[in-house]
Every structure is written in structure tokens, then in C-alpha cells.
């Protein structure tokens, strides 16, 4: 399976942006498709996962209720809306695919699929 992450770019805080995540080479039937991120200087973290099959998410606190993740199966595509972005959101954002169970889908280990990667840079 290949990923390709797109969407990335420079906003205002308080904007909104979507990043998209499309998937060839394969299906994503039985994987979580997950979200991460990494700023500068810092270890990548978990942003958030979509169930393939029946769009169960999970989120970290840190973007709970201002990001959402939804999937579009006839596109074999995975969004992450962002809203009420803030400067701390800066980051490369990357897709991934790969763990089939809820217990694995917040950690980076458990994914096999990795998408290239896209900037997100919040201006304040």
C-alpha cells in the first residue's frame, strides 16, 4: 500500500485546514489509519485514527474537538479536518496505515504504511 499525504500549508491561527491521505497499491479494509505529527526538535506524536471498516476514531487530547478524521471509501482517502488551528499545531504531518486493533492505533510502531509527509505551519 502507498500513501500520499497532501494538503499542507502556511495559515493564520484560528483557520482551518484539511489534510487528505490517498491510498494505492492495496485496500485499507482491515487497518486503523492513523495521524501523526512532528515539529521541530520534537518526537513524532500521535494526532488521531480512523477504523477502516466502520470509521471508529481516537484522537489525542491535544486536538480533541478541534480535529476530525473521516474517511471516504469510493476515494480510498482519509481526511483530517483541522479546525481552530494554533501555533502549536506546526508541523509535518504524515499518514500511516497499519494496525488492525484500537489498542495499537496510537502507537507510530504498529503502522507498516507510511505516507511522505506534509507541512503544516500555523502563523500567530
Known amino acids: 500500500v502507498q500513501l500520499q499525504a497532501s494538503g499542507g500549508g502556511l495559515v493564520q491561527s484560528g483557520t482551518s485546514l484539511r489534510l487528505s491521505c490517498t491510498a494505492s497499491?492495496?485496500?485499507?479494509?482491515?487497518?486503523?489509519v492513523g495521524w501523526f505529527r512532528q515539529a521541530p526538535g520534537k518526537e513524532r506524536e500521535f494526532v488521531g485514527a480512523?477504523?477502516?471498516?466502520?470509521?471508529?476514531?481516537d484522537y489525542a487530547d491535544s486536538v480533541k474537538g478541534r480535529f476530525t478524521i473521516s474517511r471516504d471509501r469510493a476515494k480510498n482517502t482519509a481526511y483530517l479536518q483541522m479546525d481552530f488551528l494554533k501555533s502549536e499545531d506546526t508541523a509535518v504531518y504524515y499518514c500511516?496505515?497499519?494496525?488492525?486493533?484500537?489498542?495499537?492505533?496510537?502507537?507510530?510502531?504498529?503502522?507498516?504504511?507510511w505516507g511522505q509527509g506534509t507541512l503544516v505551519t500555523v502563523s500567530s
Open positions: 480512523i477504523r477502516w471498516y466502520n470509521s471508529y476514531t
Open positions: 500511516a496505515a497499519g494496525p488492525t486493533i484500537v489498542s495499537a492505533a496510537r502507537d507510530s510502531r504498529s503502522y507498516y504504511y
Open positions: 497499491g492495496g485496500t485499507l479494509s482491515n487497518y486503523f
